[in-house]
């Protein structure tokens, strides 16, 4: 945190966009990022896997200056396992990014902790890199609990990382009930969860990587818009955010970077 590197600006799409709105959105968010300063921020989009040839095509073509990420993805190389994706085929893809454990998935398709954990150094083996949410949901934070259970879902994500690569992970706080809800964390909050997440990412280093620990990239997510989203990196110390429904359209997403990008 804190270490001076490119802040990473992420757009989940989640369930939106087919393969042809994908194109069309990403050639509209160009032209509006070319009048954007890119040498400080990282943009990634995260569409659907079905759109991820297209977006590739598109983006190599037109050499358009966003990376690829995916939602999710499977442990597994290949196998038996009707409707996954493997890190194997989105590496293909030139993916760059992985979402892993969002809590959408943990929620409505009941991802366990051991399901992420296994899918950490998956996503690795292929020289992609994770982005691990985190967040507690809303009873957990009225009682007290959001650094316990930040603490305890980073450690479970990192078990079976070797410490090497522990570095390489980059997590999102996403408290659940600040996602799609127009409630964003405080900047205050951020602090917090950055803190902790760095100090849970020290201990799964076990002493070993804990200077390269330290700069372990962490993401805002929840509720960003163009107007809180400078906010964010500048006070809230984070190194980029996790983006959804304002992700939808160029307009609103090409205003985030640029926010970010002007405090960068
Ligand atoms: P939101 O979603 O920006 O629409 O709140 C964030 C996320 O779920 O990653």
């Keep these: 945190m804190g270490t001076g590197i490119n802040k990473l600006i992420c757009g989940n799409w989640k369930m939106h966009h087919d393969h042809l709105q994908a194109v069309s959105t990403l050639q509209a968010l160009s032209l509006r990022l070319q009048a954007a300063n890119l040498s400080k921020v990282e943009v990634v989009v995260h569409p659907p896997f ?19 990420g995916a939602q999710n993805c499977h442990s597994e190389d290949s196998g038996a396992y009707t409707g996954e994706v493997s890190p194997a085929m989105l590496a293909r893809l030139a993916v760059s990014y992985v979402i892993v454990g969002h809590s959408e998935r943990r929620r409505l398709f009941h991802e366990s902790d051991a399901d992420i954990a296994a899918k950490v150094p998956a996503v690795l083996r292929y020289g992609m890199t994770p ?4 967040g507690e949901d809303e009873q957990e934070r009225d009682a ?27 997590f999102a706080y996403e408290p659940l009930w600040a996602i799609g809800s127009g409630n964003p964390a405080t900047t205050e909050d951020a602090l917090v969860a ?3 997440i760095a100090r849970a990412v020290a201990r799964a ?3 070993v990587a804990v ?3 330290s700069g372990t990239r962490v993401l805002y997510g929840g509720s960003v818009v163009p ?11 984070m190194d980029g955010l996790l983006v959804g429904g304002a992700s939808l359209s160029p307009e609103s997403f090409a205003a985030i970077v640029e926010a970010v990008a002007a405090v960068s």
Excluded: W, Y
């Design 50 to 68: 079905v759109d991820l040839r297209s977006c590739q095509t598109v983006i190599e073509d037109r050499h358009i200056p966003v990376l690829l």
């Design 131 to 134: 982005i691990v949410c985190v």
């Design 144 to 170: 007290g609990r959001t650094m316990e259970r930040l603490e305890s879902q980073v450690s479970i994500s990192l078990s079976k990382v070797k410490k090497v690569g522990i570095p390489s992970v980059v």
């Design 194 to 196: 950055r803190d902790t």
């Design 205 to 207: 280093s076990r002493g």
């Design 211 to 213: 200077e390269k620990g």
């Design 227 to 237: 107007e809180n989203a400078a906010d964010f990196v500048k006070k809230g110390g």
